[in-house]
């Protein structure tokens, strides 16, 4: 669902947002709000459970997207917390086979005769999905109908590794 609406500043500089807009996100008092800019445009989002640098999460997965032309994503157990090489929204709602997945915790490599999607919707399967051990169940998935070489799968390791530290 898309919604706009006008939002204006009060006299002490804070963004005046709709109830309508306040509703169509479920925001209550006290709850957070990420502004980000866009040239000459302000993006508000309600942040999630999980308060990670984006930019840099993006740039790790972009550098194992690069290295192996494959869509990653880093999910919690409910929801893609951030995804490179394919067109899923952050927040996008993870299956329930992958959540089950990621809240065993353990390295997943599926049967390609048994495939395990991301999301309720069948698309490109996931062909690994690697623990990223942190306070809450979030694991590094690497989607593709083929399986992964075993560099590719050593990349990924490394990645979730490397996420795994960087926001311990």
Do not use: W
């Amino acid at each position: 669902m898309k919604y706009s609406d006008i939002c204006t500043l009060d006299a002490q500089g804070r963004i005046v947002i709709p109830t309508k807009m306040r509703k169509i996100l479920n925001l209550v008092n006290q709850d957070s709000l990420e502004a980000e800019l866009s040239g000459q445009e302000i993006h508000l989002r309600k942040c999630g459970e999980l308060p990670i640098d984006t930019h840099r999460l993006a740039s790790l997965l972009t550098i194992l997207y690069n290295s192996s032309r494959h869509a990653v994503a880093l999910c919690s157990d409910t929801q893609v917390v951030s995804a490179v090489g394919s067109f899923l929204p952050d927040r996008t709602p993870v299956s329930r086979e992958l959540s089950a997945c990621i809240q065993a915790e353990k390295e997943y490599l599926p049967d390609m005769s048994r495939p395990v999607y991301l999301t309720s919707c069948p698309g490109t399967p996931v062909a690994a999905l690697f623990p990223v051990h942190s306070e809450k169940p979030l694991a590094l998935a690497v989607l593709s109908a083929k399986p992964l070489t075993e560099v590719e799968i050593g990349c990924a390791r490394l990645v979730a590794a490397t996420i795994a530290r960087e926001f311990d």
